[in-house]
């Protein structure tokens, strides 16, 4: 059974089967989601939040999960590479962090232009 999956804040659409892990579906779907382990729980890099809402279609978290991201999990945190998808649902892909260090000095530098 197909599912789709929608990456925020892109809004980019994906179909995908069901057991699908997230990070499969962002390639799918040319979403960049940074890793350096290959999927493996290992880097940490994966990422991505899951509201209330949507967890229940992003699969138990596994053993390894669990213990890399301990309370993360409460917090809607899951890893990419380990969240199996089984619906239909929403994800949202923190901003890198180099990029909005970016994006908050040129917002900084356009106020400063206003005001001169």
Do not use: H
Not at 3 to 27: H, M, N
Not at 47 to 69: C, M, N, T, Y
Not at 91 to 104: F, G, H, Q, S, W
Request: proline share 5%; aromatic share 4%.
């Amino acid at each position: 059974m197909n599912v789709q999956i929608t990456f925020k804040p892109s809004d980019r659409r994906v179909q995908v089967g069901q057991g699908t892990s997230l990070l499969q579906a962002a390639r799918k779907a040319g979403v960049y989601i940074p890793t350096r382990c290959d999927g493996k729980a290992a880097c940490l890099m994966c990422k991505v939040q899951i509201s209330p809402e949507w967890a229940e279609f992003a699969g138990q978290p596994s053993d390894a999960e669990q213990r890399k991201l301990g309370p993360l999990l409460d917090e809607g945190i899951r890893l990419s590479c380990q969240a199996r998808v089984q619906g239909d649902m929403e994800v949202t892909i923190p901003e890198d962090k180099l990029k909005a260090a970016i994006r908050r000095q040129l917002e900084r530098q356009a106020m400063d232009d206003e005001l001169w």
